[in-house]
């Protein structure tokens, strides 16, 4: 794959994406160092608020829903997304439990939320590269000390089941990150039994080598 990919209308350069970092945080570091050497404005998820308040536009649709929704379980990396579900939820339905849900690979959120304070890991070895985080978001953090009820790990073989089924069931190609939930509520099926559950499948991005291996 090349490291440096440019996007172009004619001869105007519209964006160009460079690949840089062996993971997650690395490529936040290297991002933050090109923004530094050019100007270029850096923006974090999950430090960013209208990024957070974007991805609360999900609870507001769930919150118009005739029926209460007893428990949304939401996967968890920066925490743009738990965070923006979490604060519409505790303001519209606070009795709605808003559950994090992070790869048993890369637990440092987990660690953090239950911590009340950031904990880093040296490593990360999970499949569910959205959300493998080393280095959590101290803003994020914050916020969801008030807004998140409850943050669990999953195992990358709970993600894979949850991958196929939502293929085999749904006709749905999600990528790992974004069957995390699914994974989730596997994980607790006895106790959301008879609950009305909630759960954002957030991206299908999907290589042709995770096609073969967990899907075909």
Not at 58 to 74: F, G, N, P, S
Not at 125 to 133: E, H, N, R, S, Y
Not at 166 to 177: N, S
Not at 199 to 209: D, I, K, Q, S
């Amino acid at each position: 794959m090349p490291d440096r990919i440019s996007v172009r209308r004619g001869d105007l350069v519209q964006a160009e994406v460079v690949l840089e970092g062996a993971d997650f945080d690395g490529a936040k570091d290297a991002a933050r160092r090109r923004a530094d050497d050019t100007g270029a404005m850096f923006i974090e998820d999950g430090a960013v608020a209208p990024i957070a308040e974007g991805a609360g536009t999900i609870a507001l649709e769930l919150c118009r829903m005739e029926t209460r929704i007893d428990a949304v379980l939401v996967p968890l990396g920066d925490g743009a997304l738990v965070t923006g579900v979490g604060l519409w939820m505790k303001r519209e339905s606070p009795s709605t439990r808003v559950i994090g849900v992070v790869p048993e690979g890369a637990p440092a959120m987990e660690m953090s939320w239950r911590a009340r304070r950031p904990v880093s890991t040296p490593t990360m070895d999970t499949i569910a590269d959205g959300i493998a985080v080393r280095v959590p978001v101290p803003d994020s953090l914050e916020i969801m000390r008030t807004t998140v009820d409850d943050v669990m790990l999953v195992t990358d073989a709970e993600i894979v089941d949850a991958m196929r089924m939502l293929h085999r069931d749904a006709g749905l190609v999600v990528e790992p990150a974004g069957a995390a939930g699914i994974a989730a509520v596997a994980k607790r099926r006895d106790e959301l039994a008879g609950k009305r559950v909630a759960v954002p499948l957030t991206g299908g991005n999907v290589t042709e080598e995770q096609l073969r291996k967990y899907l075909y």
